[in-house]
């Protein structure tokens, strides 16, 4: 956002920030949302290059809904989880640790 816009909208009474703030998160809750983001995010680039939802929940001995869930970041959904699905794709641990890496 523009530092005008910004200015004005702040003169109007409103609050400007970003979700960090606006949740109150601290430094380690906001690393630990945006790793699940880029696992999840790299977890269903990968998977759509090689099979179907329906094929890696059966590697994983899961459901489809949950392998939809884990590539939309569902918080119910564990690092342990996309980690699993992110091998089971045939990732290795250095290509996990380099997307961990990226962020931030």
């Known amino acids: 956002m523009d530092e005008a816009k910004r200015k004005r909208l702040e003169e109007k009474g409103w609050k400007v920030g970003n979700v960090s703030e606006f949740l109150e998160l601290t430094q380690e809750?906001?690393?630990l949302?945006?790793?699940?983001l880029a696992l999840s995010?790299?977890?269903k680039e990968r998977r759509q290059k090689l099979m179907?939802?329906?094929e890696l929940a059966e590697k994983l001995h899961s459901s489809q809904p949950r392998i939809a869930k884990a590539e939309n970041c569902d918080s119910s959904v564990s690092i342990?989880?996309?980690i699993r699905a992110?091998?089971?794709t045939g990732a290795?641990?250095?290509?996990i640790g380099k997307v961990i890496a990226q962020v931030g």
């Not at 949302?33 to 699940?36: G, H, L, P, T, V």
């Not at 290795?92 to 290509?95: H, K, L, M, N, S």
């Open 33 to 36: 949302i945006e790793i699940k």
């Open 41 to 43: 995010r790299n977890l």
């Open 80 to 82: 342990e989880l996309l």
């Open 92 to 95: 290795t641990p250095q290509e």
């Open 86 to 88: 992110m091998l089971a």
């Open 29 to 31: 809750e906001a690393a």
């Open 52 to 54: 179907t939802q329906t």
